[in-house]
T-cell receptor, first 115, second 111 residues
Framework: GAVVSQHPSWVICKSGTSVKIECRSL??????MFWYRQFPKQSLMLMAT?????????EQGVEKDKFLINHASLTLSTLTVTSAHPEDSSFYIC???????????FGSGTRLTVV | QKEVEQNSGPLSVPEGAIASLNCTYS??????FFWYRQYSGKSPELIMF??SNGDKEDGRFTAQLNKASQYVSLLIRDSQPSDSATYLC???????????WGLGTSLAVNP
């Protein structure tokens, strides 16, 4: 089945620094990738939708300059949290839709802690 | 009205019983429906998807879709303690194909 590899699985960074999270589709080409954030005991919140070779579409309330998304190839999308602050600490998860459009596969998630 | 509604639970069933999880939605144009399972601290994993009215079975899981009544359900037969998790209902809406999520139902299967 479709596999999405997400790295790192956890990261601790200092306030004010930037963190990059990678999401790779291993055995299929992902035309569209989705980035979610999930706070403890809350549901998934879609942050943005990225399509290969074009700009990401951000959900209302998500700062595009803070959460930089790059989807330069059909197998790789990255999310960079710039100038991270403690309130950005969360569980970030990517999801890819395969080209057949039948399913949405999730990466294993990245737990970000900003200290 | 929320776009996708689920009873937050917790739903508690004894081991071996059938767990029934329900989801209603508001957008009649919704095309595809998904059930995901999420364990605490983990990312969601797809259980099954359904497009057409009726039932779809996969092992111990059966998804049921009724577009006229705008609900989709998931039945888990012979529930096991390892099925204890949050079950998320999602549907596909709009041309950009993003998923619209329910808040999830917490299921506890008691040994």
């Amino acid at each position: 089945g479709a596999v999405v590899s997400q790295h790192p699985s956890w990261v601790i960074c200092k306030s004010g620094t930037s963190v990059k999270i990678e999401c790779r589709s291993l055995d299929f080409q992902a035309t569209t990738m989705f980035w979610y954030r999930q706070f403890p005991k809350q549901s998934l919140m879609l942050m943005a939708t990225s399509n290969e070779g074009s700009k990401a579409t951000y959900e209302q309330g998500v700062e595009k300059d803070k959460f930089l998304i790059n989807h330069a190839s059909l197998t790789l999308s990255t999310l960079t949290v710039t100038s991270a602050h403690p309130e950005d600490s969360s569980f970030y998860i990517c999801s890819a839709r395969d080209m057949a459009g039948k399913g949405y596969t999730f990466g294993s998630g990245t737990r970000l802690t900003v200290v | 009205q929320k776009e996708v509604e689920q009873n937050s639970g917790p739903l508690s069933v004894p081991e071996g019983a059938i767990a029934s999880l329900n989801c209603t939605y508001s957008d009649r144009g919704s095309q595809s429906f998904f059930w995901y399972r999420q364990y605490s601290g983990k990312s969601p994993e797809l259980i099954m998807f359904i497009y057409s009215n009726g039932d779809k079975e996969d092992g111990r899981f059966t998804a049921q879709l009724n577009k006229a009544s705008q609900y989709v359900s998931l039945l888990i037969r012979d529930s096991q303690p390892s099925d204890s998790a949050t079950y998320l209902c999602a549907l596909n809406a709009g041309n950009n194909r993003k998923l619209i999520w329910g808040l999830g139902t917490s299921l506890a299967v008691n040994p």
